[in-house]
């Protein structure tokens, strides 16, 4: 028999019937011979109930004094599932994230996990009590309780999975599985049985709400096994895996896309050195994260530095700019927040030539223009005027056989 991490989300566990489907599963996996450590996150949208009702004292709210709130929201689904299964007759704890020792560092509101003592989780599965730990939470090395950030249940799950030595890691939500690509925007997308580490962390970042990108990250630093599946039937889901042969078949394994883009050129900035640092580095020191950047040199000595930031950010990194343009004698700042960035990713993209070429010829066909490329060994990304996307999707979803009915050779 197994050692068995379910992670179950907001929507699973949305109110007090959910819940107890949440206890009939975890039930079965027990009667089945398995230990069960169950991570379980708030009900959802309690969480930003609880920042809303935070805001409304101070628009700005003390972080240390918010993660004391927001932990609430999972401490009240552990007691009441723990409740439950012992109502059903099942050994069951609820523990908070400092009971459970997950340690991480001072960062409230965006904490990282730097250790798990796990040592009471470890020492109940020794009893054959069922731990359900509270996940979004922790500690830090002065005590304060400390949330992971959005999506941090999952982060918990796969990071107590890999403390004690779990043998698969199951992330229950309200989708079945990892598509090939949105099945709210392309009705052709079909369930992938298989996804590669690589693949998952691409498509999270990408804009893909599955997973959580820092608990694949977890995933894949520990190899731990993580099965997306559905709470709400039996259906196997998408396993999360490390790569192996099965996984070459597929050229591209999925297309994504992701609307939150936002784009700032500096026109006519002097080409010297250190110049890309001068442009970024107060973006950075705003806590704004850049993805894609190109620099068109020429050969007058001037270029246009293009950079792209999320939509939620372009308003502050525009003003950042606009300001920064006057020091570097920059002739204009412009900006779009009307473009989307499309991808297709594969780890069959490794072995493949001309990926590229069908990728730009396809969006040609469909006269999208292309505004900016990146890549990485397993990703092509282009961003388009945002207009195009969901043709942009289904044209590629369709171009690289990803549709339900296409047989991949």
Do not use: W
């Not at 199951?170 to 052709?188: A, L, Q, R, S």
């Amino acid at each position: 028999m197994g050692l068995i991490v379910q992670k179950f989300g907001g929507t699973s566990v949305g109110d007090l019937d959910r819940i107890r489907n949440v206890a009939k599963k975890v039930a079965k996996t027990y009667d089945e011979g398995h230990d069960v450590v169950v991570v379980l996150s708030a009900m959802s949208g309690v969480t930003d109930g609880l920042i809303a009702m935070a805001k409304k004292i101070d628009e700005m709210p003390d972080k240390r004094e918010l993660d004391v709130l927001l932990s609430t929201g999972e401490q009240t689904t552990v007691a009441i599932l723990a409740m439950i299964l012992k109502t059903m007759g099942y050994k069951a704890n609820s523990l908070l994230g400092f009971q459970a020792d997950i340690r991480t560092d001072r960062m409230s509101g965006s904490a990282r996990i730097q250790s798990i003592g796990a040592e009471r989780i470890r020492n109940m599965l020794r009893e054959r009590t069922i731990a359900v730990v509270a996940g979004f939470q922790g500690h830090d090395d002065f005590g304060n309780i400390t949330t992971l950030g959005r999506g941090g249940s999952d982060t918990s799950a796969v990071a107590i999975a890999a403390a004690i030595g779990a043998d698969i890691c199951e992330i229950y939500t309200d989708v079945d599985g990892v598509y090939t690509t949105d099945p709210n925007m392309c009705k052709k997308a079909r369930k992938l049985s298989k996804v590669s580490y690589d693949e998952m962390l691409e498509m999270a970042s990408l804009g893909a709400k599955v997973l959580q990108i820092r608990s694949v990250a977890f995933a894949k630093k520990f190899n731990v096994p993580v099965h997306v599946r559905s709470s709400f039937n039996e259906e196997e889901g998408t396993m999360v895996v490390n790569e192996d042969a099965d996984m070459e078949r597929l050229v591209v394994s999925g297309v994504t896309y992701n609307r939150n883009e936002a784009r700032i050129t500096l026109k006519n900035v002097k080409d010297e050195p250190g110049i890309a640092s001068k442009i970024l580095a107060p973006v950075a020191d705003a806590g704004i994260v850049v993805d894609m950047i190109i620099q068109n040199t020429r050969a007058s000595g001037l270029t246009d530095f293009t950079f792209t930031v999320p939509k939620t950010d372009f308003k502050q990194a525009m003003e950042i700019q606009k300001e920064l343009s006057k020091m570097i004698g920059a002739e204009d700042v412009i900006g779009d927040d009307n473009i989307a960035k499309v991808s297709v990713i594969g780890v069959g993209m490794k072995n493949h030539s001309g990926v590229a070429t069908k990728m730009f010829q396809t969006l040609a066909t469909e006269n999208i223009n292309i505004i900016m490329i990146s890549t990485s060994e397993i990703r092509i990304s282009c961003i388009i005027d945002e207009k195009y996307t969901e043709l942009a999707v289904r044209s590629l979803h369709t171009a690289f056989g990803l549709d339900a009915e296409a047989k991949v050779e």
